[in-house]
Every structure is written in C-alpha cells, then in structure tokens.
C-alpha cells in the first residue's frame, strides 16, 4: 500500500459520520436509503461521504436499478490494518547522540 493510499484512507476515516457509515456496513450491505435512515445527513451529504468512501477503496458500491448498496471491501481494511500493526512506537526516548535508550516496542509481547 502506498503513501498516497493510506493518507487517502486516513482522511476518508477523518469524519464521524463516515466512520457510523464503516460501523453500519461491518454488519451488512446497506442500501444508501438505510444508511440515510440513521444519520442525520441530508442525501446530498450522504453521496458525498459514500463517495470519499468508495474512492478510498474501503467501500464498494453497486448498483441495482435506481439503489445504491453499499459493502465493506474487507481485504482493502485487512490491508490498511496491516499496515497499522507495522507502526510501531518506543518507550525509551533518544539521547543526545540520536542512539535509542531502552528501546523496546510497545507492540511486541501484547504490550500496548
């Protein structure tokens, strides 16, 4: 994945309400009238979420007639997770030299 992409999915997960939209599809397709129903968007609005969604690749979109249902792409988030579990932070800070002081990374052995 590339920098673009996930600066990309980062931003698309920036708002709120997109994140109650990703919320909503973790459970099923959604048609775009279902996923209006719970928020307090206007249609409008909502297009414009589903389509900073969609773009991102985290969300895919198919038509059917006049509807438009809405899925999580799982492998794009399985992806972006992964590429989440490769940061990793320090609990020891850089002394004066820039050489690392009790580096151990907060996300080996489970630690948080």
């Not at 709120?16 to 968007?41: D, F, G, P, Q, S």
Request: hydrophobic share 35%.
């Amino acid at each position: 994945m590339t920098d673009s992409e996930i600066a990309l999915i980062c931003k698309a997960l920036s708002d709120e309400n997109r994140v109650k939209i990703v919320r909503m599809l973790t459970r099923r397709e959604l048609c775009a009238c279902e996923i209006l129903e719970k928020l307090a968007v206007t249609q409008p609005t909502l297009s414009h979420h589903m389509k900073i969604l969609a773009d991102s690749g985290l969300v895919s979109v198919r038509k059917e007639g006049k509807w438009s249902y809405y899925a999580i792409r799982c492998e794009q988030f399985q992806t972006f997770k992964a590429v989440l579990n490769e940061i990793c932070c320090t609990d020891g800070a850089e002394s004066a030299d820039g050489s690392q002081r009790g580096y151990s990374c907060c996300c080996e052995d489970g630690g948080e």
